[in-house]
């Protein structure tokens, strides 16, 4: 009796309504998270080439973007500057008037109340030389000298009204240093959204566009090899023993393993990042008519969500919200 003909699994398929019954994952607005480009001195929104649809954002754009996310009810924004200057230790990112900050102080106000404000806790946007952390006298990036700057720009994040610092530097130890130092700022409540496994990607290349990324070379003396599976779990690991209150995976859809792993062992919220390449590939096949866009990015976005993620950081989470995800 457990065998055909008797068993059927196509009796599940059989009409839009049963299917929709039996579906295992579904992808709610309010689990989806809108990564955000704010543009120090931009008067409109600047269009980003090799993100179709997406823009870095002037303060009165930004302003208004916030509010569609919020009606849309999305879960929140995660936020990225992109200042005018840049120097060698990143000084835009403790600066009270750095961009990142200024825009999560309007963000604060205009809509703290209905989405969960994040913020990029990394030096990357904000240094000459492109890197994550500050460099040692032999041009490395330099792990503990660069835990202390991220120590002042959780403080100052904090201090905007951010909800979530997410640390993305891949620095060791970055979680521990960033929860003491808000803790002993009084920032208890603040939390921490861990970039646990985070891949050094070629998938990242719009996103240096993004933010007009100074970077020359590469980032994988810090950033994981996309080789390594069980190296996800152990940093995911790390970052809950250092009181990580989110972990996430990054990219997300080369790292589904990843994710799956880090989902079966975590005791925290787990979610995983479809970042810019990922964005940018689905948009160009569509955009030659070599796939259904709708459709792909549903797919891709269930897909994440199947293999493990509470939540998903998505370019296209207003417009999934907004027009895209089955009512
Ligand atoms: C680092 C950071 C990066 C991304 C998010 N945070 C770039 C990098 O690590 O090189 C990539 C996001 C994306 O590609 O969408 N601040």
């Given at each position: 009796m457990t065998e055909f003909p008797v068993i059927r699994p196509r009796r599940l398929r059989t009409s839009p309504a049963m299917r929709r019954l039996v579906a295992e994952t579904r992808v709610h607005a309010a689990e989806l998270i809108l990564p955000m480009f704010i543009r120090e001195g931009a008067v409109e929104p600047v269009p980003i080439g090799s993100m179709p649809g997406v823009v870095q954002h002037s303060l009165d754009s930004f302003r208004r973007a916030l509010h569609g996310a919020a009606e849309a009810g999305l879960g929140g924004v995660n936020l990225f500057g992109v200042p005018l200057e840049h120097d060698a230790v990143g000084s835009g990112a403790t600066d009270p008037d750095g961009i990142l900050n200024v825009a999560t102080r309007i963000a604060r106000d205009e809509v703290g109340d209905a989405l969960v404000i994040q913020t990029d806790l990394c030096l990357d946007e904000f240094t000459d030389h492109g890197h994550c952390g500050v460099l040692a006298a032999d041009g490395s990036v330099d792990n503990d000298a660069t835990l202390l700057r991220y120590a002042e720009m959780a403080v100052a994040q904090a201090a905007a009204g951010t909800h979530l610092v997410a640390?993305?530097?891949?620095?060791?130890?970055q979680v521990a240093a960033i929860r003491e130092a808000l803790d002993a700022a009084?920032?208890?409540?603040?939390?921490i959204l861990a970039y646990s496994a985070k891949y050094a990607s070629s998938f990242y290349g719009p996103f240096r566009e993004a933010v007009d990324s100074q970077l020359t070379g590469d980032r994988r003396t810090y950033q994981q090899d996309p080789a390594n599976r069980r190296e996800g779990v152990r940093e995911a690991r790390l970052d809950l023993a250092q009181g990580a209150d989110i972990v996430m995976v990054k990219p997300a859809m080369s790292y589904l393993d990843v994710l799956a792993d880090v989902a079966a062992m975590s005791e925290v919220p787990v979610w995983a990042y479809q970042v810019s390449g990922e964005y940018a590939m689905v948009e160009a096949a569509a955009a030659h008519g070599w796939i259904d866009r709708d459709r792909a990015i549903l797919e891709t976005v269930t897909g994440i969500r199947r293999a493990g993620a509470d939540a998903v950081l998505t370019y296209w989470a207003l417009e999934l919200a907004t027009r895209l995800l089955p009512r």
């Open positions: 640390p993305s530097g891949m620095m060791d130890g009084g920032f208890l409540d603040v939390g």
